[in-house]
């Protein structure tokens, strides 16, 4: 009788030992993809705001090269010290107010996210892109003007 | 044992995979919404009453509130035009102060309903 339990006992224990030894890298390849997919939501979520932020920062401006040199300071402010949105490009499409239209800038931020870390999940860098638009503020902007208070 | 693991493991990476995917959409759509809502607010508060400022000499800023409220709603159903997103300007509302608050309501792809609020004040500088 004896002999059976310790028996028993043996197999419990060799059970369990197995059984950590399977679940410990499934464990650790679950925190691995919960920082991966929080890293991915950060890295959109930073370069999103930079393109609104941006987007805006350009629409105040009266022409469309001071909104390019508006829109590269905010990235340059927001995205310089980032670290899950690296190598950030971004873009302006100016479209001024013309007549009763109002005028869009549209900013397109295309950044990397780095894979350093996330290798046991085969995920390497992955680049995206974000647009924002916002509306030109048709008291500044210069070009043909429905108003009439814009500056020559 | 084993076939019971893998597929509680399973579902759990998916559950989280798809919890991210949805958390994602909500911030995108959130910003958005804050995006629309505040920039629909400036372009109301921007409709001042011109004549005083220019006839007048008065230099008190006084918000037009049957245009800026206009404004604000043609502002605002135009940026939701622009991000090609369903959703509507719940309201606009201005205070005595000419605060003008816009309410954005925007409804993402896989139905996440999210609010911007936005509120701007005319001043002169």
């Not at chain 1, 993809?33 to 950060?42: T, Y």
């Not at chain 1, 310089?80 to 239209?101: I, R």
């Not at chain 2, 300007?89 to 993402?108: K, M, S």
Request: aromatic letters at 4%; one cysteine or more.
């Amino acid at each position: 009788m004896a002999a059976v339990s310790n028996t028993a006992w043996r197999d419990r224990g060799a059970a369990e030992a197995l059984g950590l030894v399977i679940m410990f890298p499934v464990m650790v390849l679950m925190a691995i993809l919960i920082v991966a997919i929080g890293r991915g939501i950060e890295a959109t979520a930073q370069a999103r705001s930079t393109a609104e932020a941006a987007a805006q920062a350009a629409a105040l401006q009266r022409s469309a090269p001071a909104g390019e040199a508006a829109m590269l300071d905010v990235v340059k402010r927001m995205l310089g010290a980032s670290t899950t949105c690296v190598d950030n490009e971004s873009h302006l499409a100016w479209a001024a107010p013309v007549g009763g239209e109002p005028g869009r800038a549209t900013v397109t931020v295309t950044c990397t996210r780095p894979g350093d870390g996330l290798e046991p999940l085969e995920l390497s860098d992955a680049r995206f892109t974000v647009t924002a638009i916002a509306s030109i503020d048709p008291l500044r902007a210069s070009g043909e003007r429905a108003t009439g208070l814009g500056l020559p | 044992m084993a076939a019971a693991l893998v597929l509680l493991f399973t579902f759990t990476a998916g559950g989280i995979i798809w919890l991210g995917r949805d958390v994602n959409e909500t911030v995108a759509l959130r910003s958005t919404a804050q995006s629309i809502a505040f920039q629909a607010a400036r372009a109301g508060a921007q409709e001042i009453v011109l004549g005083a400022l220019r006839d007048e000499g008065d230099t008190d800023i006084t918000l037009d509130h049957a245009v800026a409220r206009n404004t604000a709603l043609a502002q605002g159903r135009e940026m939701i035009e622009a991000y090609a997103v369903e959703g509507v300007v719940a309201d606009v509302a201005i205070d005595g102060n000419d605060n003008v608050t816009v309410t954005v309501h925007l409804v993402g792809p896989g139905g996440a309903k999210v609010t911007g609020v936005g509120i701007a004040h005319p001043e002169s500088r």
